[in-house]
């Protein structure tokens, strides 16, 4: 699995842990909302700076952050809990 999509999940994973939405978790970390959103999306190198800012405002370890397992399981509990897309017609 990608590191980022690893840190991306585990971020979440704490954050939601913590009770806390993107918007606050963002602001305790010291990032933008949308910054903090294309962090746990896997979508942004971080610097370690950021893995240790994360790390101190969840109460975690930074390794935490970077463990594989936990991703993994963490997205597998994700799965099926989406609301299913409504498709669209398309019409001719």
């Given amino acids: ?3 980022r999509k690893v840190f991306g999940l ?3 994973r704490v954050r939601l842990a913590a009770g806390l939405s ?3 978790a963002a602001e305790i970390i010291g990032v933008g ?3 903090a959103g294309s962090m746990e999306r896997g979508q942004q190198n971080v610097t370690i700076l ?3 800012q ?3 405002a969840f109460g975690c370890r930074a390794a935490d952050l970077l463990d594989e397992a936990a991703a993994r399981a ?3 509990s994700l799965t099926g809990t989406k609301a299913p897309r409504k498709r669209r017609r398309v019409t001719r």
């Fill in 74 to 76: 963490f997205a597998a």
């Fill in 33 to 35: 909302r949308a910054h």
């Fill in 50 to 52: 950021i893995i240790w």
């Fill in 1 to 3: 699995m990608d590191i």
């Fill in 22 to 24: 993107q918007e606050a």
């Fill in 54 to 56: 994360v790390a101190q």
């Fill in 10 to 12: 585990n971020m979440r």
